[in-house]
């Protein structure tokens, strides 16, 4: 019986559970008063169960313990965080977070985690708008604002011009330095 520790998987929704020994473990099955666990690795057969908030270990373990698992495991999330927030490129997040870790870069290879980081991009994404006015609300909305940016890293002049019932509308996006420019020309 153990003492355990749950963090959370780089992966949505997705819990391990540790007892600061090396090993990990994901959930399998869930009851009211206890759940089975399995070991992460994948041809392992251990198995544990928590019960009374302490884990049990039911199969031992048919590898090393792995003292650096958690340690990738944030190295990964950091990268998929990064990848949803920024607009800067796969390679130059990847290799800027694995040259902060020790002894990870060789752990976790570019090509393949690259699926996972073009996820991580997509998920963030607004959702495809139905009109302008949605689409407006998107060009305020703070978690979007890394996307409307100049490439020098400005934030671009984005705005809604309403017209005439008959004319319609128009969403603009110009380069911060034109901005007054754009409203001189308005005005005439």
């Keep these: 019986m153990m003492e355990f520790v749950t963090i959370e998987g780089f992966r949505t929704n997705s819990k391990i559970v540790h007892c ?3 090993y990990f473990y994901k959930l399998k099955c869930s009851r009211p008063n206890s759940k089975s666990l399995q070991c992460l690795t994948t041809y392992c057969t251990a198995t544990g169960l928590i019960v009374d908030n302490l884990l049990h270990e039911k199969r031992t373990h048919t590898h090393d313990p792995d003292m650096g698992y958690s340690a990738l495991v944030n190295l990964k999330k950091n990268i998929l965080r ?11 997040i990847y290799e800027e977070e694995t040259s902060r870790t020790q002894g990870l870069e060789n752990r976790l290879e570019y090509t393949s985690f690259l699926r996972s980081m073009e996820r991580a991009i997509a998920a963030a994404q607004p959702k495809i708008p139905n009109d302008l006015m949605e689409y407006a609300g998107d060009l305020v ?18 705005g809604f ?14 380069s911060p330095s034109l901005e007054k420019h754009f409203q001189l020309h308005m005005l005439l």
Excluded: Q
């Design 20 to 22: 600061n020994n090396g």
């Design 82 to 92: 990064r990848c949803a927030e920024e607009c800067t490129p796969h390679r130059i």
């Design 141 to 158: 909305d703070p978690r979007y604002s890394h996307l409307f940016r100049t490439a020098n890293g400005r934030a671009m002049f984005k």
């Design 161 to 174: 011009v309403m017209g005439a019932p008959d004319a319609g509308s128009a969403v603009v996006f110009i």
